[in-house]
T-cell receptor, first 115, second 111 residues
Framework: EAGVVQSPRYKIIEKKQPVAFWCNPI?????LYWYLQNLGQGPELLIR????????DSQLPKDRFSAERLKGVDSTLKIQPAELGDSAVYLC?????????????FGEGSRLTVL | RKEVEQDPGPFNVPEGATVAFNCTYS??????FFWYRQDCRKEPKLLMS???SGNEDGRFTAQLNRASQYISLLIRDSKLSDSATYLC????????????FGRGTSLIVHP
């Protein structure tokens, strides 16, 4: 069974440019999470989806970040415009939600460098 | 105040040593608990779940203390390959699980 797939793995852009990350969760996983991870820190939640509904986006900087999960399967996270401080690893994770134990399955992450 | 706290380390131990990490959490209503392992420049992967009754998997033992609101991870007979960052995860419930990560504890096992 395929795991969580993310793309691109690496992205280098200049500040003020837009960037988008894509995530395809494990089949059947209703809950999808986007996390941001800075060096030496644990992952920090940006947004949590239950199917196509964003049930928790309180930590998403909505002035420049947006996310969608239109059909309740794959998801995109967009930053526009990017700032130097956005350089980080963006991790997507999925879980079974109510049917599961809370275990998360992560993709390999998208490493963003903003110059 | 961060909800899940871990000592970032690094813990620098020789092969064969026993090492223990603790993680404290602030929400007494937290539902489930995990330890994840993260290798350098890789994604976190589940190491083990944590139960009040304790959970042992080979050289690894995890324990939950609800009264004192902490979880622990014990690694016996450390191997070089155990070098990694160990992330504590505490789940709350809000229609689905809401995982909160600690900042991770770095372990370096040297020859």
């Amino acid at each position: 069974e395929a795991g969580v797939v993310q793309s691109p793995r690496y992205k280098i852009i200049e500040k003020k440019q837009p960037v988008a990350f894509w995530c395809n969760p494990i089949s059947g996983h209703n809950t999808l999470y986007w996390y941001l991870q800075n060096l030496g820190q644990g992952p920090e939640l940006l947004i949590r989806y239950e199917n196509e509904e964003a049930v928790d986006d309180s930590q998403l900087p909505k002035d420049r970040f947006s996310a969608e999960r239109l059909k309740g399967v794959d998801s995109t996270l967009k930053i526009q415009p990017a700032e130097l401080g956005d350089s980080a690893v963006y991790l997507c994770a999925s879980s079974l939600g109510q049917k599961g134990t809370g275990e998360l399955f992560f993709g390999e992450g998208s490493r963003l460098t903003v110059l | 105040r961060k909800e899940v706290e871990q000592d970032p380390g690094p813990f620098n131990v020789p092969e064969g040593a026993t090492v223990a990490f603790n993680c404290t959490y602030s929400n007494s209503a937290s539902q489930s608990f995990f330890w994840y392992r993260q290798d350098c420049r890789k994604e976190p992967k589940l190491l083990m779940s944590v139960y009040s009754s304790g959970n042992e998997d080979g050289r690894f033992t995890a324990q939950l203390n609800r009264a004192s609101q902490y979880i622990s991870l014990l690694i016996r007979d450390s191997k070089l390959s155990d070098s990694a960052t160990y992330l504590c995860v505490v789940n709350e419930w809000g229609g689905s699980y809401i995982p909160t990560f600690g900042r991770g504890t770095s372990l370096i096992v040297h020859p």
